[in-house]
């Protein structure tokens, strides 16, 4: 799979998500289904965005003990999405369990990445809550490392953050880039934004761009003026 741009359908129902979805005619943008979609509509939705011949990034965050996240993983398999993901932070043990589950009889299986610090999170709320002091661009690349050495594909990680990710686990390693605005857009509640010409300059593999698609006047011309910057250049 090369660069391509992932629209965060973050609707809370499948008339929602279908009336935003046939608006494109064209090209059929690669979807994320995040936890409000899935927990409203269930395993379905995911079927039948695929159907319609989507790819499909299905983030989920798994984070539970190993046997559970296998087991977990082991249904999602059987949807066959193109990626989905799960929390570094529940270690290497529950991501080589993850691996395992999601691997199908005939040795295939989705694409996994891993979360690394929540962008949510600050040095101040780790440092107070979870009791780590180190630097927060540390431990990110720690879980990065983490997630490469336990088999997994890439990461979940601001675009900010996809440079330095590369070089510490390789340029193969998946670097799927949040916090996407256009330099004339709004950036909402986004702290850290680059644009997606700076996403791919600084080699980001996918984007994940929200708002700016489905909030848009017109979703398909900000879609298509997404992947003119980031894939087509
Ligand atoms: O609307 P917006 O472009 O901000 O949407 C970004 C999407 O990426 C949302 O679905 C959000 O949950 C997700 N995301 C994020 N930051 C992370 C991980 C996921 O914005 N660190």
Redesign the pocket.
Known sequence: MGRDVIV?C?FASAKQTFDFLDRFTGRKPFV?I?MELYYAEGPEIVRQIKARGHRIFL?LKLHDIPNTVKKAMAVLSRLDVDITNLHAAGTTAMMEAALEGLTRPDGTRPLLIA?TQ???TDQAAMERDLLIREPIADVVMHYAITARNAGLDGV???PLEAGKVHDACGAGFLTVT????FADGDT???KRVMTPTQAREIGSDYI????????ASDPVAAYERCVAEFVDK
């Open positions: 965060a973050d994320k995040g983030d979360v929540l962008t949510s979940v990680c601001s949040p916090g996407v605005r909402g509640d986004q994940v761009v929200g708002r700016p698609i489905t909030a």
